[in-house]
């Protein structure tokens, strides 16, 4: 496969949908014998063990504390101001930093500029 690593939770949701596909097609169709219907149980079973087993240890929440860039939509949660609002202050910070309108902005660029903590704002937006 290369260098190229599927990201399993996506991965899960697709197994998920096949197999809850391949339980009710048969099904509406009249199809379905009791092999088939028992190892799509067990698929289905089997994926949502591990979907709670994730969200239980926290690998979910993990995933999404990775997120280093901050989007109009999070200033907006912050401010509790418009989204036209929190497009302009991105806007803002963006001329600051001569940023080009394809660069992210980073959670660190946003609080060095609002004067915020970064903790903070991490806990609220994640």
């Known amino acids: 496969m ?3 690593k599927p990201n399993t939770w996506y991965a899960q949701r697709i197994g998920a949908v096949f197999a809850v596909s391949c339980l009710i097609m048969p099904v509406l169709h009249g199809s379905l014998d009791s092999e088939s219907y028992y190892l799509c149980t067990i698929v289905i079973g089997t994926l949502w063990q591990k979907h709670r087993k994730g969200m239980e240890s926290g690998k979910i929440d993990k995933i999404s504390a990775k997120r280093i860039c901050i989007y109009p939509k999070d ?12 497009r302009k202050v991105v806007a803002k910070i963006r ?22 903590e970064e903790e903070e704002v991490k806990e609220a937006i994640i």
């Open 75 to 86: 200033l907006q949660v912050l401010t509790g101001k418009s989204e036209r609002y929190a």
């Open 2 to 4: 290369g260098k190229y």
């Open 95 to 116: 001329r600051h930093y001569e940023k080009d309108k394809y660069q992210l902005l980073t959670i660190k660029e946003f609080c060095d500029y609002m004067g915020l």
